[in-house]
């Protein structure tokens, strides 16, 4: 019998093979691409976990924190007495949009409008056309607003706290105190010299948000407090610069001046109390005010003295002794020529005293008696009371004036300069030049801040009073203290006489130069007028610089009358009691004119020094002296003083009878006596 037998034929088995090793590929490939997908995430995972797992860490908190600057609240600038501030801030919320996560602009505009007060139209426009992270809307918001405002919950709108800078009486004293901008950055005037105090340092706090992009208040941190600014304490009396203020105002009303300038000063230790001028400004709003009107004039601004000059010139004489202020000069009638050049005066004199010179301001006898004097030796005093120098004042802007070498001198300088031509000056110059005549022949530095205090009330820096130099000898700023106060008694000073008071002064009138083509401006003038009250016991020189004035323009016309003004406010302010009935006044300043000032008075006993058995000398007792007799009394030994305070002298180091040697130190503290 015959089986059927089942054959597979060679194709078929070769086939199957070839599907099979096709599909035993597929699956090794597959578990490869797998096995190197773990690989792959392993070593992803390795790179996040342990490798850079720092810097992933960081990544992560970057995206739920924002690092936000905390302002520091910039220093207070308080006047002498400390009653009110000049000059202060206050914390305020600052509208802000992050554009980055806006989802509707439109939506959010309207929403903001009513509280940034802007147009939706400008709130989408500064949203959109801006590469900041942070948009400020608007600032100033109260802490009541701000809150009102986050309540809406708008995830792109934050805050940020800022210190604002508000001057609480306006435009007093801005020229003098200048402006901060928005960013807490002092940009003039006392805010810029002290920025470095004032300002402060910054802060520093970590924001927290949740995926929403909301701050979660609770897991905020400082990195840094902020440290708020010193504040400064200035020579500044609010009272007298409102008065000396007043003063300029009543000038502008009547003269229309281009500008007006005044600056009071204490003789006796140089600070400042009073610095004003016209035009001035708002520093609350700076920014709408030209340039001009920003600048401090008193220490920026370059004039010529005019007559003003005189004193210099003739203390010059006086302490070179080629002159006596009896000796008598012959005017020439009021015309004289010099070097090709016809000089004239006012009104015509023929022979009088160098006193009434001065007193009558008389051109022709200052040219006189000046011509007796070296070239070198008139500029060195000229140097010596601080023009053509910086004064070192604490504030920004100074300028030097102008007074050219002897070398560059014309054959015409030696009556050109001493009548306060060819010379150029500032009007804080023209104080301390003033003040040294006032104290007794000291050229003292001015300064306007008194003291810098932290801000846990601890004193960090109290100024002292500088003496730069001694200008003259103590008997020549006496005998030219009786000839300024003539000035007023019977010269060109007259309109600026008091009342019960004697004050010493010098009227200026002076040309413009005109610094285009030279020469000097027709019609145009500059008005001055610088004193100092009262004589026995000076508390404040005055200055009063009055530019291009229409209609009257001689100083003691437009200048000494707010002079005069400023004076009789600040007498009444400090409570000085009237020295004498207006007659006695004039009587006795008349009596003692006649007397020959340059004759040395024997000082008081106690005053002189005890010379040692060893021929050193001793420190004299001061205690009961105003500052100007301390300076007097110590003028005579080669030392270095300082004074703190005012008034009479209840305090000195080294004690009475104490060796002084040469650059010793001396310290003497005054307190003014109290009114019964």
Request: contains cysteine.
């Amino acid at each position: 019998m015959r089986r059927d037998m089942a054959f597979t034929s060679p194709g078929s088995v070769m086939a199957g093979e070839r599907l099979e090793t096709a599909s035993r590929f597929r699956t090794r490939l597959c578990l490869g691409f797998l096995l190197l997908g773990f690989v792959i995430v392993g070593l992803k995972l390795v790179s996040i976990q342990i490798l850079r797992h720092d810097s992933w860490v960081d990544f992560v908190d970057d995206q739920r924190q924002t690092a936000i600057t905390i302002y520091p609240k910039r220093g207070t600038i308080y006047d002498r007495n400390r009653r009110a501030p000049l000059a202060t801030s206050v914390v305020e919320e600052v509208l802000c949009v992050v554009p980055s996560r806006v989802t509707d602009a439109a939506k959010l505009a309207k929403t903001l409008s009513p509280y940034a007060q802007i147009a939706p139209n400008k709130i989408i426009e500064r949203i959109k056309n801006t590469n900041l992270h942070l948009v400020y809307l608007k600032r100033g918001f109260d802490v009541k607003t701000a809150d009102e405002i986050r309540d809406l919950n708008l995830v792109a709108v934050e805050f940020r706290s800022e210190s604002s800078r508000q001057y609480p009486r306006g435009t007093l004293a801005s020229n003098l105190l200048g402006f901060a901008n928005l960013e807490n950055k002092g940009l003039a005037g006392l805010e810029f010299q002290y920025d470095a105090h004032l300002a402060g340092e910054a802060g520093k706090q970590i924001i927290i948000k949740d995926s929403s992009r909301r701050e979660i208040v609770a897991l905020a941190q400082k990195v840094k407090d902020a440290r708020d600014g010193n504040h400064l304490v200035l020579t500044i009396d609010e009272v007298i610069q409102y008065i000396t203020e007043k003063a300029l105002d009543s000038v502008v009303e009547s003269s229309s001046p281009e500008s007006a300038s005044a600056v009071v000063v204490n003789p006796n230790t140089g600070e400042i109390v009073a610095m004003a001028c016209r035009p001035t400004f708002d520093p609350s709003k700076p920014s709408t005010y030209r340039d001009e009107r920003l600048r401090n004039r008193p220490i920026a601004d370059i004039f010529e003295p005019g007559s003003a000059f005189k004193p210099v010139a003739a203390a010059a004489a006086l302490d070179r002794k080629v002159i006596s202020p009896t000796d008598r000069i012959y005017c020439e009638l009021g015309r004289m020529r010099y070097h090709r050049h016809t000089f004239n005066d006012v009104h015509p004199f023929a022979e009088i005293s160098f006193a009434d010179v001065v007193a009558q301001s008389s051109n022709i006898g200052m040219i006189k008696v000046v011509s007796l004097l070296e070239p070198q030796w008139f500029y060195t005093y000229i140097k010596s009371f601080g023009f053509g120098a910086l004064t070192g004042v604490d504030l920004p802007g100074e300028s030097g004036g102008i007074v050219h070498p002897p070398s560059k001198w014309s054959g015409l300088s030696m009556g050109s300069i001493p009548i306060g031509q060819e010379i150029g000056v500032t009007a804080l110059q023209l104080a301390t030049a003033f003040s040294a005549i006032a104290n007794g022949g000291t050229l003292l530095k001015p300064y306007v801040v008194s003291e810098i205090i932290g801000p846990d009330a601890e004193t960090l820096a109290r100024a002292q009073v500088r003496p730069v130099r001694q200008v003259m000898r103590p008997e020549t700023a006496r005998a030219l203290t009786d000839m300024l106060e003539q000035v007023v008694i019977s010269g060109t000073g007259k309109a600026a006489r008091l009342k019960g008071y004697r004050c010493a002064g010098k009227t200026g009138t002076a040309q413009k130069p005109d610094l285009v083509n030279g020469g000097y401006l027709r019609g145009k003038y500059v008005a001055v007028f610088a004193g100092f009250v009262p004589v026995d016991d000076p508390v404040a020189c005055i200055i009063v610089v009055v530019d291009s004035p229409e209609g009257k323009y001689y100083g003691g016309q437009v200048a000494a009358p707010a002079f005069k003004e400023i004076a009789q406010g600040i007498l009444n302010h400090l409570e000085v009691p009237p020295s004498a009935p207006e007659e006695q006044v004039v009587a006795e300043s008349v009596k003692t004119s006649r007397k020959d000032p340059l004759v040395a008075q024997k000082a008081p006993s106690e005053a002189l020094p005890s010379p040692a058995s060893d021929g050193v000398p001793r420190m004299p007792d001061v205690r009961g002296m105003t500052m100007r007799e301390t300076m007097q009394a110590l003028s005579a030994y080669s030392v270095e003083f300082d004074f703190d305070g005012s008034g009479i002298a209840v305090k000195q180091h080294p004690a009475p009878g104490e060796k002084i040697e040469n650059g010793r130190r001396c310290q003497v503290a005054f307190k003014r006596k109290e009114s019964p």
